[in-house]
């Protein structure tokens, strides 16, 4: 089926209303508000997929909404971005509120011309640059990590990789050397920690109650937000002064900050102060907190299927030779392993789950009726674990990825197509390039140099998957000791 089957412009007449289509009862007034457990929602609408169908309507408050995990359906939306379908308009002023309003939430012209700046800063030519200094940073992970597998620490595994990400995207983004794995009391990963549970609570508000009434959380939260923009201003002023002392950084910039500052300064070129600031603040999210969940459950996985982890071992060490930490691009672009690991990680635990969209004009969608501004809730992990497509579906099969004929190739695919861990279409993450090369950088470094003795939780059980924004494992640590030689 087409994207264009999928959604139309002008309803035809044998549509479907929302209110038509199935989905838990809902309670006066609050509808399934109540029902909803927010950290966890993402598992709950997909155990509600399993009852009602791909296509199902749920209520929050006042506010009807269509849950939606058929494959072909979502793929269709992402690939109509931004003129058919955008992200939610709740979503969008809470983190406009938040000061965060970048590329992320622009939509239209705004966001094509952002775009523009923000991919030239993560393309493969910019991450080559930058990779000494991505060497560095992971030579501190390094030794951090042979410290704790000297003295039998057990590490938590959110917090240190949280440290390393932040790092490499404050040096490769705005040209900083945060080395917060150094210095770990370093305040500005704390209040940074505060700004997805907040953004997550606000969304699933049925009134925005901060607008009228600051409740004691909610000043907390604008302490941690002034610490954050003074922050990124002082970012911003670095760099101003970069570029003062060095006029050649206008034309060329060397990081995304600069580039955004000269397209801010010049004549005619509509970024706004509002944007450039905002962008800074996304960028420094997006890749704290996506990328070292990632890692997180790609090292719980790997730890459960030894098999895989033992294939990764080998094609490091054949590939590193004596190195500790991979010293070249090239080398560490390459690690067909790790990047089918990783994938297969993505596939089973995507640390996006749900996205939220809205149609700006109505339409119909899936044969489901929708006026302008209805909201969508896209699931986007339930056909990439679909047993009906693969009965291996749920499970951690990294070879699944590897590009074979045959059969089992052929119903692999079923499940490949289905994960859409960086989006799909036009807003595609830019991110992608740099976030797997972390992913590689780490793994490499970890595969080469350690033993992997433990990734779990204290008492034992499966990590619970927590939804703040972004779902992670709650409670993981890590155990490693120092390979042999």
């Not at 101003?240 to 600069?258: A, G, I, S």
Request: glycine letters at 8%; proline letters at 7%.
């Amino acid at each position: 089926m087409t994207s264009l089957s999928l959604v139309r412009s002008s309803p035809p007449s044998g549509a479907r209303k929302l209110r038509d289509l199935p989905g838990p009862r809902a309670w006066p007034l609050l509808g399934n508000l109540a029902q909803v457990d927010v950290p966890h929602m993402h598992a709950q609408l997909e155990n509600w997929a399993d009852s009602y169908g791909p296509l199902y309507r749920i209520r929050l408050g006042p506010q009807s909404m269509l849950v939606v995990s058929r494959t072909e359906t979502i793929a269709g939306m992402l690939r109509n971005r931004p003129e058919g379908w955008r992200r939610m308009q709740k979503m969008r002023d809470a983190i406009r509120e938040a000061g965060s309003h970048g590329l992320f939430t622009a939509e239209g012209e705004e966001w094509r011309r952002q775009r523009k700046l923000v991919m030239a800063a993560f393309d493969p030519g910019h991450l080559k640059r930058y990779f000494g200094s991505m060497v560095q940073v992971t030579e501190r992970l390094r030794l951090r990590l042979a410290a704790a597998a000297r003295s039998g620490e057990a590490v938590d595994l959110q917090t240190i990789l949280m440290r390393y990400t932040v790092d490499i995207t404050t040096g490769l983004a705005f040209g900083i050397d945060l080395n917060t794995q150094q210095h770990p009391d370093h305040p500005l990963q704390g209040h940074l920690n505060t700004m997805f549970p907040m953004l997550m609570r606000r969304l699933n508000a049925p009134f925005p109650w901060w607008r009228y009434v600051r409740l004691p959380s909610d000043r907390a939260f604008d302490r941690h937000l002034a610490h954050i923009h003074a922050a990124v201003r002082g970012f911003v002023q670095a760099a101003r002064e970069r570029m003062e002392r060095d006029p050649d950084r206008r034309t060329q910039p060397e990081n995304l900050l600069e580039a955004l500052i000269a397209a801010r300064d010049e004549a005619g070129a509509g970024l706004g102060e509002e944007e450039l600031l905002g962008n800074v603040l996304t960028v420094l999210l997006a890749g704290e907190d996506t990328t070292a969940n990632t890692l997180c459950w790609l090292l719980y996985l790997l730890h459960a299927n030894r098999e895989a982890w033992n294939e990764l071992v080998e094609e490091v060490d054949a590939a590193m030779g004596g190195a500790t930490v991979p010293g070249d691009f090239d080398t560490a672009r390459q690690f067909d392993v790790i990047e089918r690991c990783a994938n297969e990680a993505m596939r089973l635990r995507p640390v996006a789950p749900i996205v939220f969209m809205e149609n700006p004009a109505p339409t119909v969608l899936d044969g489901v009726r929708l006026p302008a501004g209805s909201t969508v809730i896209c699931l986007m992990r339930k056909g990439a674990v679909d047993t009906r497509i693969a009965a291996d579906a749920e499970d951690f099969h990294p070879a699944r990825w590897r590009e074979t004929p045959g059969e089992a190739a052929a119903i692999a695919r079923g499940v490949l197509k289905a994960s859409m861990p960086f989006g799909a279409g036009p807003r595609l993450c830019p991110g992608r390039y740099l976030a797997m090369l972390e992913i590689k950088m780490v793994m490499a470094t970890l595969a080469r140099n350690f033993e992997l003795i433990d990734v779990g939780t204290r008492d034992g059980a499966p990590p619970q998957e927590r939804l703040d924004f972004t779902m992670y494992p709650e409670g993981l640590k890590m155990k490693l000791a120092p390979r042999p030689n």
